[in-house]
């Protein structure tokens, strides 16, 4: 089975491009989503955090703007969090490894946004943490900069600070394997991954 890593930066439209692959019939692991879970009333997080952030548990889960907050207030607190999320989300990967595998699937995309800032935190490859192949999706700045200032509560000093977090676009296409365009049409784009996934099916990737 091969495992596909997809990320790119914010508002590059890797939540487009992971929609199309599950279209195409591809399983997929969404990171984001699972997180979502594990905050929900009854996750995995709730209670760890609520213990270290108790002004964070609203209505039997976990508010992120409070968390968001207190990352703010005290970066410090990021690790914190990180250290009791990840190894949750890690599991939960697993998980849709493990059935990928019992089911006999080919091919499997992990939506993973922060993927290469958490390789290079751990000092990892790719190939290292059992990805055979990564696709990053790429626009140009100047769309980039209109579909993020575009979202609800977003501001230019907001997505600033949220690019000076992420690993530049530019060294992101360079660490990919497959680069796919979002800055054109669509029916492009599901063009391009129809080719990508067409590839990745019918050969081996090379190392």
């Given at each position: 089975m091969k495992i596909v890593a997809l990320?790119?930066?914010?508002?590059?439209?890797?939540?487009?491009?992971?929609?199309?692959?599950?279209?195409l019939g591809i399983p997929l692991f969404d990171a984001d989503a699972s997180v979502h879970t594990l905050y929900a009333p009854g996750g995995a997080a709730v209670a760890p955090l609520a213990e270290k952030f108790p002004q964070a548990l609203k209505?039997?889960?976990?508010?992120?703007?409070?968390?968001?907050?207190?990352?703010?207030?005290?970066?410090?607190?990021?690790?914190?969090?990180?250290?009791?999320?990840?190894?949750?989300?890690?599991?939960?990967?697993?998980?849709?490894?493990?059935?990928?595998?019992?089911?006999?699937?080919?091919?499997?995309?992990?939506?993973?946004?922060?993927?290469?800032?958490?390789?290079?935190?751990?000092?990892h490859r790719a190939s290292d943490?059992?990805?055979?192949?990564?696709l990053v999706v790429s626009a140009p700045a100047e769309q980039q900069s209109q579909?993020?200032?575009?979202?609800?509560?977003?501001?230019?000093?907001?997505f600033a600070t949220i690019l000076a977090k992420q690993v530049p676009d530019a060294e992101k296409r360079q660490l990919a394997d497959t680069v796919i365009d979002t800055g054109t049409s669509l029916a492009d784009t599901e063009a391009q991954l129809r080719a990508v996934v067409q590839q990745l099916r019918g050969q081996e990737i090379m190392p």
């Open positions: 990320t790119g930066s914010i508002g590059m439209g890797k939540s487009t491009v992971g929609a199309m692959l599950q279209q209505d039997g889960g976990i508010d992120r703007s409070v968390l968001a907050a207190e990352v703010i207030r005290d970066p410090a607190c990021l690790k914190q969090i990180e250290a009791i999320v990840h190894p949750l989300v890690g599991g939960m990967r697993q998980d849709f490894l493990a059935t990928a595998r019992q089911r006999g699937e080919s091919l499997v995309v992990l939506d993973i946004p922060l993927l290469f800032e958490g390789l290079k935190a751990r000092g943490e059992g990805i055979d192949h990564v579909r993020v200032l575009a979202r609800p509560g977003m501001s230019a000093e907001k």
